[in-house]
């Protein structure tokens, strides 16, 4: 499908719906943003979605497009773009969302998970340009993930492969809220990673971090950790550090099963700063096989808060 | 190549080397079986492998043989069928095997590593015969594996893939040997599991592994807890159980990775009984993600000895 040089891309969201054109070069022309309106129930989210689209399409000035791509949380069940139990989505069980924009604009319409759309924008037009095969992270509230192999989307039989938040450090460590035990995402999570910096604050009362919500523990989030990393203060890189090394401890498995030697690593968390990525590095290469250590790569994702616009579109480019 | 009606199998160990005529139906004609002689280098490793052929030959008949496949230890390229640093082979860093197998028979000639020969063996012959997609595990001496997708092997970018006995359970864990902590092979591999018994045998020294070994601890070995739990020893079951346990925990990473369903265990100690492969499955339906627990199959391995000679020559057929 190289032939299409501009897609819409519609990046739906727990809150918000974004929505561009993009060229086959990974500029976007245009863009929308609406409420999700996702508690309102399918009805009213395929109707926000159609205006998002309306309103960049008004900016097409002739460019043709050649279809329309669509990252949604939830399972997505690629054959008539199907999206199941997407969480925080009302009365939405299973709904044929592909099928039924396709139908309003009578375009090539395809739907891909959203950890999965970051993972195709990377390897398009972000930090995997030059990778065939990355493992790709999505570390912020949960850890998800996304395989690229051979330049293409990894998704396993079922199509829910990548989840990697979900890989056990600890068979008898934390408690996850998948119902498992010793999940990475229970260690590394942003919930539980504020949780247990509030912990350790108590014994730490001299930590930036303490400063930076005003000496509330309850407002205590990663943004603010990762505020105080930067800042060099020692508790907030402590934290990192320990949960970088725990995301390596996972990647390492996985790397060793997939054999892969490229991680690239998005969402807000990754934000900390490079001494996270060290950390992950260092953690990865002293899990992996021998002949992978000194041939690992571990890299920041490049396109942010673009990603989801840019893989939807992707999908369809 | 599915015109190839026989081929050539040739199942290169440590110890020996076991070679057979294989039907494309995976009916083994003839067998021949002869030291390896790894500690005497390459060269005498070749003329063993070229005797073992010859002798096969002889009961050829008439049948034509399309090809040879070659299992053997170690990392193995398949571009010239390179082999790399297999253990316990004496002056032997990278040998082109498969280019100098060829070149001795003028026959197609293909090297795949020991563990992915398995899985093949299983997909085209055994228990994968009706899965697309499953997880071969090895389970003995080490913990070694093999990815079987769309009925083909997986072999990752570099040829290492399904190195599933180095994937962690616990990064506070027991030492692997390969360098990295917590390993499920340093928990669950032969040497380990006996280690282990030892230790418990001092505390519970009515077990029966003691009587089967005639008191003498330095003889405990799987074998001989697999017989003494198949007796119903209660010890011997519950050092399986929980080695299942662990082993099902690892798993339970690698299909929520990967995406699969079906995990088909061979190698000597799958071989002590039902119960384990119970405790494996109920350890991989505690650690995959929901929509997956309802749909997971474990089971053994059926062809036992055969599969090196077996999926050696699937590698032709």
Same mark, same amino acid.
């Given at each position: 499908?190289? &032939? ?5 891309? !519609? ?13 086959? +070069? ?6 929308? $943003? ?10 009213? !989210? ?12 008004? &900016? ?22 199907? !999206? ?7 009365? *939405? ?5 592909? /099928? ?12 891909? /998970? ?24 999505? *570390? ?9 192999? =051979? #330049? ?13 938040? &979900?890989?056990?450090? =600890? ?30 604050? $108590? ?7 303490? /400063? %930076? ?5 309850? $407002? ?14 020692? @508790? ?7 949960? #970088?090394?725990? %995301?390596?401890?996972? @990647? ?6 997939? =054999? ?6 998005? #969402?807000?968390?990754? +934000? ?11 953690? !990865?290469?002293? &899990?992996?096989? $021998? ?12 396109? #942010? ?13």
């Amino acid at each position: 499908m190289s &032939h299409v040089r501009y897609a819409i891309g !519609v990046d739906l969201g727990g809150t918000t719906i974004k929505t561009g054109i993009v060229s086959s +070069a990974g500029k976007i022309f245009a863009q929308s $943003k609406f409420p999700t309106l996702g508690e309102q129930g399918p009805k009213a !989210v395929i109707a926000q979605i159609r205006r998002s689209i309306d309103e960049v399409l008004v &900016h097409a000035k002739g460019k043709k497009i050649g279809g329309i791509g669509i990252g949604s949380p939830g399972i997505v069940d690629e054959k008539g773009g199907v !999206v199941k139990d997407p969480p925080n989505f009302a009365d *939405w069980h299973s709904v044929a969302l592909g /099928n039924a924009v396709k139908k309003i604009f009578k375009l090539n319409t395809r739907v891909e /998970n959203d950890a999965n759309v970051a993972a195709i924008a990377e390897a398009k037009f972000g930090a995997g340009k030059r990778h065939p095969n990355f493992l790709f992270v999505i *570390w912020g509230t949960g850890v998800g993930g996304g395989i690229i192999l =051979d #330049g293409s989307i990894y998704r396993g039989p079922f199509g829910g492969a990548g989840e990697i938040g &979900h890989v056990c450090v =600890d068979y008898q460590g934390l408690q996850c809220n998948c119902g498992a035990r010793g999940c990475v995402e229970a260690y590394i999570g942003q919930r539980y990673l504020s949780q247990r910096t509030v912990e350790r604050l $108590k014994s730490e009362p001299a930590s930036l971090i303490l /400063n %930076l919500v005003g000496g509330d523990v309850s $407002k205590v989030e990663p943004k603010y950790i990762s505020e105080a990393a930067l800042k060099g203060d020692v @508790l907030a890189r402590e934290i990192f550090t320990e949960a #970088g090394t725990l %995301l390596g401890v996972a @990647l390492g498995s996985v790397l060793n099963t997939i =054999d892969f030697r490229v991680v690239i690593i998005g #969402g807000g968390i990754s +934000a900390a700063g490079g001494f996270v990525f060290d950390a992950v590095k260092k953690s !990865v290469q002293s &899990h992996v096989m $021998k002949p992978m250590r000194d041939d690992i790569t571990v890299l920041p994702a490049k396109l #942010g808060n673009s990603a989801g616009i840019l893989g939807a579109a992707g999908l369809v480019l």
